[in-house]
């Protein structure tokens, strides 16, 4: 089949092409990383939660459900208050369907998940509206341990897929972009994207700045989730392809690892349409803006869902996250499935949930 | 080349011949699992450590040792009271040499490694001698996560090879051995094998067994390692083959893996020459006895060595451990060294470590 049917191609078509080419008929793995800010506790900030309490659980859950196809720290599966499914519906009908692997690391999480996961003994980001999100050596600990895991991953596989999971991550991570000199408008996972309310966060957060180090930068405004997984980048695209899996929050990464060096040869994002279509922000050029690596972007086709809770993701909804993006693509390049057969995929998934719980 | 000139083979011979001709080809992954039995705290049980208080350290010391070169926890890389060195040194000149990727699992280590590893949950076991090891519902735990990590790992390559650091654990194995009905006589870290301190423990430790129930006799007289591991291979063997690599503790996994089921096809023993020929055990038949799987030997080829520190692996010090055996076995059947190449590295690393210390 031509793959090329099923994606839209960004940035650098070229690398892009030869990108798919060159993983499709590779091995897989991918790696979930948990995180925590408590930026996202600034009510208003995310819907990555049925309220405000629930949030915290909302990272490790999501990783449980991955796995387990339930929770254990949560009864039901993580979702917005109005009972919207989380993103990580889209990522474990993609893995699964395709049998991709998939480890989850815990980079900062406020809860662990109750399963064996990777410990890399990173706390959680404090609320950047108030203090420092973490100490500069914190950023070289997230960075180290990040390069070590993301070379034992890709050691591993072909084609390190890379997705995260931290609630009011879209925030430092406008914080991060704009303070490394991009002008970035960034995703939501609510359809109103609460722009006002992250902007007055994200400038109280510049106002602390005092250095234009990378590190400090990251310690003052950031979050754990973005200096872990430039680390794995830096280091997992020496050795294997690399596909960052996720909107807004990639972007930051990619802004921090093109300061700590990584292989751009290696490298791809992978996404939603819902994020690369996103008139709210404005991800592809950004992308381009930051570094000259494609973006892959990914129709699931959700808005053809008899299911108003898989129409949500094509009306703006939570968009991306889990890594579903890349994780949609790898699984269609590995099982040549096209979105049709996915949506049908997710419906059945979808179905299981809502009659199970 | 021919490999089987540097291995001796026992038990189903032919079974260890078609185990080495799938695997020489393929990947190989080894997971080092740590973990801790209160055990070992008892005087003159084990030489896993320079004293009393360092023993607990030699579990994280060695997973920092292989990944690192050095260590983290402690200042030198483990020793016996005397300064020989941790069989981890055979272990690390083996998975360098052959670029085999590893990973670290705390499965009960009393203290962490400061590197990324996979986390478990358990928690480290007591004292056989004066109380049960740990509840029935921590044996179910260890197995459930066992097989999870089996899982994982053994779908990430095609031979897992499965160490274990986990000082007094060949007291815990006699333990768990005798009561499940063998008749075994194990090996130690000490060439005057302290046998009757062994016997008094286990001895003490038997009379608690009030179940013939496997779970419970590993929750009264076992430690965490050896119901994890046993899960690990119960899964994994169902996906790649697995090498258990080590002496005594594995035919203790061996014996309760036989009670949950694992894959006897895809599952064989590596270790040293240091085990199969130590005349205080009787490693060879005691697999037989448990089980129809190969046993693979390799003569590291240390009594060959300059160093009296390397020599001491050849007159009974420590004899194997951090898979020690497994993984030189690993190395040879992937690079096509022989133990003359094998003990040149050694010896460098030999000197690396006590020239740079």
Redesign the interface.
Known sequence: MNFLENFELFGNVEKAQNFIETIKSGRF?FSFVISYTETCEVPGITFAGADKNSIQFTPPADAEYL?YGYCKTIDDIPMTPDGKPTPGLLTKTALESASI???T??AGSKI?P????????LSFGKNISTQDAMTDSQVSHAVD?GR??GR?MA???DCLIIGESIPGGTTTALAVLRSLGFDAKVSSSIPNNPVELKNQIVNSALERIDSDHPYSIIAKVGDPMIPFVAGMLSSASDVSKVMLAGGTQMTAVLAFASKIGFNEENTAIGTTSYITNDDSANFKNLVKEISDIPTISVNPGLKNSQYSGLRAFSEGFAKEGVGAGGSIISSMLKTGNDSAKFLEMAEKEYHRLFTSL
Do not use: A, C, D, K
Not at 114 to 120: A, H, N
């Open positions: 793995l796995h692997p998939h480890l690391i815990n662990s109750q399963l064996p996961f990777i410990e890399t003994g341990y070590i895991v034992s050691s591993l596989t």
